[in-house]
């Protein structure tokens, strides 16, 4: 009995026997082999670019959602009462005649900070044990708080910035 591993290559053998290397054979192997050699670059340029425009259609996609998005938010605002809303969340604004009160979350004003920033100096202020226990009426202007607030912002520098400057 033969073994299998002897017999396919027989059986190769046999096949490549009958087949002939001639002109006509190795032309049209040249031809197939430059056929690949020149499209095959063509063919990842086709493929690269089919890739770019699925990725832009999916941009093109997001930025049509982030429009709408953005159309609605625009009606929004549009809203006297949505304008009021938003003063009083994000500004704390408060009609004439009502009452504000700001409730600050102990845990979130970090008492270790020294570094000369407004949230250095609230926790100063929460570290103190006087509570207060009548309602005050403030006596300055929030458009000029405001104000001082932002040139503050722009013209200060916090404590540590100032050391680190003095220091060069």
Avoid: C, H
């Avoid at 490549?16 to 197939?32: E, I």
């Avoid at 938010?73 to 809203?79: T, V």
């Avoid at 609230?122 to 226990?133: F, G």
Wanted: aromatic letters at 8%; charged letters at 25%.
């Amino acid at each position: 009995m033969k073994s299998p591993r002897k017999a396919a290559p027989v059986q190769v053998a046999a096949a490549l026997r009958g087949f002939r290397f001639n002109a006509y054979t190795l032309t049209v192997l040249a031809v197939m082999i430059f056929g690949v050699v020149t499209l095959a670059p063509r063919v990842q340029t086709w493929f690269v670019q089919r890739q770019q425009i699925a990725e832009a259609q999916a941009s093109l996609e997001q930025a049509k959602k982030d429009v709408i998005s953005m159309q609605e938010e625009r009606k929004r605002w549009e809203d006297p009462v949505y304008i009021r809303a938003q003063a009083r969340n994000r500004l704390y604004y408060v009609m004439p005649g009502e009452v504000s009160y700001l409730v600050m979350d102990a845990a979130g004003v970090d008492t270790s900070d020294k570094s000369g920033t407004v949230g250095a100096m609230l926790a100063d202020r929460a570290n103190t044990s006087e509570i207060s226990t009548t309602i005050r009426e403030t006596k300055n202007n929030w458009v000029d708080s405001l104000m001082e607030s932002v040139i503050r912002a722009g013209v200060e520098q916090p404590a540590d910035a100032q050391k680190v400057s003095a220091a060069k």
